[in-house]
């Protein structure tokens, strides 16, 4: 028998954050295929590091911050791997939706993805998956008004690109 505390309550509450995560993923990649290997490579490093994990502590905001610090770790490396031209790729195939709240949806989250990084992320994490404005300030490591005032910048540049008037 060993000393050491089992994980499997932490590890049962990791399962329960991965749609979660998938959603945060897809605020930072825009793609699924790319946000899907992002959660994987987060569930990983998360897993493999369970013990460093304190408990007590929020556990979506310690797997958020690995996932946002994995993400730009690999914009780095990108970077720095170039190898052609970003537009090679062939245009993709789509289909026109037929209902409105559809088309406005699809703006709208056009309209999210062009966002800058840094209100993108800010919007998605308070907005569409509720998280605080504290744990948010702690993911990306800024203060509170830092992250109320990427709100308000972020929700007045969709508007201003939707066409919308603030009331």
Wanted: glycine share 4%; charged share 25%.
């Amino acid at each position: 028998m060993s000393s050491k505390p089992s994980n499997e309550p932490v590890t049962t509450e990791v399962i329960t954050l991965i749609p979660a995560l998938r959603a945060f993923a897809w605020s930072l990649c825009r793609e699924t295929t790319e946000a899907d290997d992002l959660v994987q490579e987060t569930l990983l490093k998360a897993l493999s590091n369970i013990e460093k994990f304190q408990p007590g502590t929020q556990l979506r905001a310690w797997l958020f911050t690995i996932m946002r610090n994995t993400f730009y770790t690999r914009i780095k490396v990108a970077a720095r791997e170039k190898t052609g031209a970003a537009d090679c790729v062939a245009d993709a195939i789509s289909v026109a939706p037929t209902q409105e709240w559809s088309l406005r949806g699809g703006e709208l989250m056009e309209a999210v993805a062009r966002l800058p990084a840094h209100y993108r992320e800010t919007l998605i994490l308070v907005v569409m998956l509720g998280e605080s404005y504290e744990r948010t300030a702690e993911i990306c490591g800024c203060r509170i008004g830092t992250v109320k005032s990427r709100i308000n910048r972020a929700r007045s540049m969709l508007m201003a690109e939707l066409g919308e008037t603030v009331h």
